[in-house]
């Protein structure tokens, strides 16, 4: 049968399709984005086209048992963990990550613990030779395990192999950036190849009941590169972060079909590859700053994981017209709340002043819970007295200068009081949570103001005891108004 080739513009952004080139994507308003792509198309006209009889399928009731899906454990309790209890079969995973993060690390120990544990496990290279990853392999410690290697781009010719034998547990592609399929008449990489290639990996899938994991590049900002159908096309999406100068890294779940979206596995980047880190808050306080100004824990909840973690704040004279505001691993539209509630509502005057904003560890904070730590790290700074080092805090900041309550109250006082914690900061409406039972001395805060109050009076004691000329560096900066 004749077939002619059928010229489209496709955007290299958004994936969005022109019949002409132009020089701005309506679609994401990104400039000189579109690339000239071609498919086959059959010659015959529609009219003589055999139309396809449809097939009956089978209606189901609303009442009826419901099977849960059979879930293979990977071996890895914090893969487990951010998955919703292990892999589905025949589910598809997209994971994304900066380069270097350590993604074909982590995949090329979860491949080897399948193999050991019976299963057939097939990881498929795009990027790499056969023996670049078995160097790995033997870095890490698991050439004895029976993983099936190759290095190959063709999807067609995967699917064959793959096909071919007792249908395999686990498959690992790295990278469907470098995958091409012939059924369409592009280069490895464009919106075109990476959404036909991840569609008949898809299929071959959900026909064979693999679990396959997708491996994706990220773009500068930080999204994955390619097109976003691909995101709605696969069942789970999960995200592989950390600092480069850190040697913890998180794996949390974007999109999850199977499980929460809120959970987080937790990793430290050793010599041998990754290891599982079972009690992150124990992690991230390992370096803390005891009696430094400035410091102050944060009892924050992952999904059903309570974590601990360390909130650095430094708060300095400013030279410059418009101060700076630099925070890393929190909301910067966040930190702009809670500074104009301590000026609005507690009179403490940051307009001449750098405000920085840390979060130790490398971890990324995104509950609002975190606004109390927050706020007594940046007066602790401001007036130079150090928190109490046994104290954690938590509570979320209404505009009104207000602490309000948040969920999940007992656990993190749980977690603080097994660290070895004794008092807690907590919003006035919690005094009745467990926090007895915990064993800690519980103290309420029910305004903003009393918070600044009673770190103010800290700082006063301290500057009684410090000479004149520390006394002179450390002039008042709360400025309190009447009424």
Excluded at 347 to 375: F, Q, S, T, W
Aim: net charge neutral; proline share 4%.
């Amino acid at each position: 049968m004749a077939r002619a080739a059928v010229l489209s513009f496709v955007c290299q952004n958004c994936g969005a399709a022109y019949n002409k080139w132009q020089g701005k994507c309506e679609s994401c308003n990104e400039w000189n984005s579109l690339s000239e792509e071609g498919s086959e198309a059959t010659s015959v006209p529609a009219n003589l086209r055999a139309k396809r009889k449809g097939r009956l399928i089978k209606l189901e009731t609303l009442t009826g048992a419901s099977e849960d899906a059979p879930r293979l454990p990977s071996g890895m309790a914090e893969l487990d963990r951010v998955t919703g209890g292990g892999l589905v079969r025949g589910s598809v995973i997209l994971m994304a990550g900066d380069p270097g993060i350590g993604k074909s690390t982590l995949l090329t120990q979860a491949t080897s613990l399948m193999a050991r544990a019976g299963h057939r496990a097939v990881y498929i290279s795009g990027e790499e030779a056969i023996g670049q990853v078995r160097l790995r392999a033997e870095r890490l410690g698991l050439s004895d395990a029976a993983v099936q290697l190759a290095a190959e781009t063709s999807v067609e010719d995967i699917i064959a192999t793959l096909s071919e034998g007792t249908p395999p547990r686990l498959v690992v592609i790295d990278s469907i950036q470098t995958m091409w399929t012939d059924t369409v008449e592009s280069a490895p990489g464009t919106v075109t190849q990476v959404r036909a290639s991840a569609q008949a990996l898809i299929r071959f899938a959900k026909r064979s009941g693999a679990a396959l994991i997708l491996v994706g590049h990220v773009t500068k900002d930080g999204q994955i590169a390619g097109p976003r159908v691909v995101e709605h096309m696969v069942d789970a999406v999960l995200s592989f972060e950390g600092e480069g100068s850190q040697q913890f890294r998180v794996l949390r779940a974007v999109k999850n079909r199977f499980g929460p979206t809120d959970e987080i596995g937790v990793f430290e980047m050793t010599g041998l590859g990754l290891r599982e880190v079972s009690n992150p808050s124990e992690l991230f306080l390992s370096e803390r700053d005891l009696g430094s100004p400035g410091t102050a824990v944060f009892a924050g909840i992952e999904g059903t994981r309570p974590v601990l973690v360390e909130l650095q704040a430094l708060v300095a004279p400013t030279s410059l017209g418009t101060p700076r505001r630099a925070v890393v691993g929190w909301d910067p539209s966040r930190l702009s709340m809670v500074l104009a509630v301590l000026e609005a509502h507690c009179g403490v005057k940051l307009g001449g002043h750098d405000v920085y904003l840390n979060v130790a560890g490398g971890l990324r904070i995104n509950e609002p819970a975190a606004d109390m730590a927050a706020a007594a790290a940046l007066v602790s700074s401001l007036v130079n007295a150090p928190l109490p080092v046994d104290a954690v805090y938590f509570g979320e900041i209404s505009l009104s200068g207000a602490v309000r309550p948040v969920a999940q109250t007992s656990a993190r006082l749980k977690e603080a009081a097994k660290l070895g914690f004794a008092r807690a900061v907590v919003p006035e409406t919690a005094r009745g949570d467990s926090g007895s039972d915990a064993g800690l001395s519980l103290t309420s805060v029910g305004s903003l103001t009393s918070l600044v109050a009673d770190i103010a009076a800290n700082g006063q004691n301290i500057g009684r005891k410090a000479t004149a000329g520390e006394k002179a560096q450390q002039t008042p900066k709360l400025v309190r108004r009447e009424g």
